[in-house]
Nanobody, 117 residues
Framework: VQLQASGGGLVQPGGSLRLSCAAS????????MGWYRQASGPRRELVAV???????KYADSAKGRFTISRDSAKNTVYLQMNSLKPEDTAVYYCNAGRITTIAGGYWGQGTQVTVSS
């Protein structure tokens, strides 16, 4: 499975960004797609994931501000991020796997999101 992410950038606090992640290859092997982020250090934290039947899971920090969605026909997942805060600054990674409780084995390239005035 190959994941192609796009949509990062620089935005002011309170602004919005939309990330996209397109999957290709052996997509029949995945059931979950979503986003993790890495601000500093080696650990990547969950942002949001969505299953093939539309169930979603969000980090507490993302609830109410971020919305994950998917276009199954395009094998693409979107992360709409609103009311962005400086603490959202991180490299965001698209991820794909089989279950929502742990990160899957497939990662896209990271996309930088910087929230700063």
């Amino acid at each position: 499975v190959q994941l192609q992410a796009s949509g990062g950038g620089l935005v002011q606090p309170g602004g919005s960004l939309r990330l996209s992640c397109a999957a290709s290859g052996s997509i029949f092997s995945i059931n979950v797609m979503g986003w993790y982020r890495q601000a500093s250090g080696p650990r990547r934290e969950l942002v949001a994931v969505i299953t093939s039947d539309g169930n979603t899971k969000y980090a507490d920090s993302a609830k109410g501000r971020f919305t994950i969605s998917r276009d199954s026909a395009k094998n693409t997942v979107y992360l709409q991020m609103n009311s962005l805060k400086p603490e959202d600054t991180a490299v965001y990674y698209c991820n794909a796997g089989r279950i929502t409780t742990i990160a899957g084995g497939y990662w896209g390239q990271g996309t930088q999101v910087t929230v700063s005035s």
